[in-house]
């Protein structure tokens, strides 16, 4: 009988449907909003933020969508989440995006180390009128913090234009 219990939990935790890797991000697909801001997000901006509640992503039903509705200049605009007291190793990255005009939304791994930034990783892949799923593998090295940046353009020419985010997932692959 002892044999038994230990093979079915064996089973149990080894099954694909029960070995799910655990998403690092709090709030991943911006459901959660505390009053105009989504819950767990820093939004230092002074652009349009809304929730997308029809966004309809391969299940996922709700995004973040950001319209710009000023000129904020040469400096990406963002929404971050911190995680800390990370130890290092390595991590996956991966999200979707969709912006009405091509470029607008990016997004970008900043690694910190007490209050200093060691490292920025971009995201190679561009926005655009579809919603596109991009990933990144990265190493931690020394950073004891990683921001995860959903960024956008809001130079002038960006004025009226959306971009939009969600299915944001952040795990540990070591």
Same mark, same amino acid.
């Given at each position: 009988?002892?044999?038994?219990?230990?093979?079915?939990?064996? /089973?149990?935790?080894?099954?694909?449907?029960?070995?799910?890797? =655990?998403?690092?991000?709090?709030?991943?697909?911006? =459901?959660?909003?505390?009053?105009?801001?989504?819950?767990?997000?820093?939004?230092?901006?002074?652009? !349009?933020?809304?929730?997308?509640?029809?966004?309809?992503?391969? !299940?996922?039903p709700t995004a973040l969508q950001v319209e710009v509705t000023q000129d904020g200049g040469e400096? /990406? #605009?963002?929404?971050?989440?911190?995680?800390?007291?990370?130890?290092? *190793?390595?991590?996956?990255? =991966? *999200?979707?995006?969709?912006?009405?005009?091509?470029?607008?939304?990016?997004?970008?791994?900043?690694?910190?180390? !007490?209050?200093? =930034?060691?490292?920025?990783?971009?995201?190679?892949?561009?926005? *655009?009128?579809?919603?596109? /799923?991009?990933?990144?593998?990265?190493?931690?090295?020394?950073?004891?913090?990683?921001?995860?940046?959903?960024?956008?353009?809001?130079?002038?020419?960006?004025? #009226?234009?959306? *971009?939009?985010?969600?299915?944001?997932?952040?795990?540990?692959?070591?």
């Amino acid at each position: 009988m002892k044999t038994l219990a230990s093979l079915i939990a064996t /089973l149990l935790v080894t099954s694909p449907l029960f070995a799910q890797e =655990e998403n690092l991000l709090k709030n991943p697909n911006f =459901e959660f909003w505390n009053d105009t801001k989504p819950a767990d997000w820093v939004v230092p901006t002074n652009q !349009g933020i809304t929730q997308i509640t029809n966004a309809s992503v391969e !299940g996922v039903p709700t995004a973040l969508q950001v319209e710009v509705t000023q000129d904020g200049g040469e400096n /990406l #605009g963002e929404i971050r989440q911190s995680l800390t007291r990370i130890t290092g *190793g390595k991590y996956r990255f =991966e *999200g979707m995006f969709v912006s009405s005009k091509p470029g607008l939304a990016v997004f970008m791994i900043k690694l910190r180390k !007490g209050s200093a =930034e060691v490292k920025r990783l971009p995201l190679k892949d561009k926005s *655009g009128p579809e919603w596109t /799923l991009v990933s990144m593998e990265f190493e931690a090295e020394d950073a004891d913090e990683i921001q995860i940046l959903c960024r956008y353009l809001q130079t002038s020419e960006f004025i #009226g234009g959306t *971009g939009a985010f969600t299915k944001l997932k952040l795990v540990r692959i070591d």
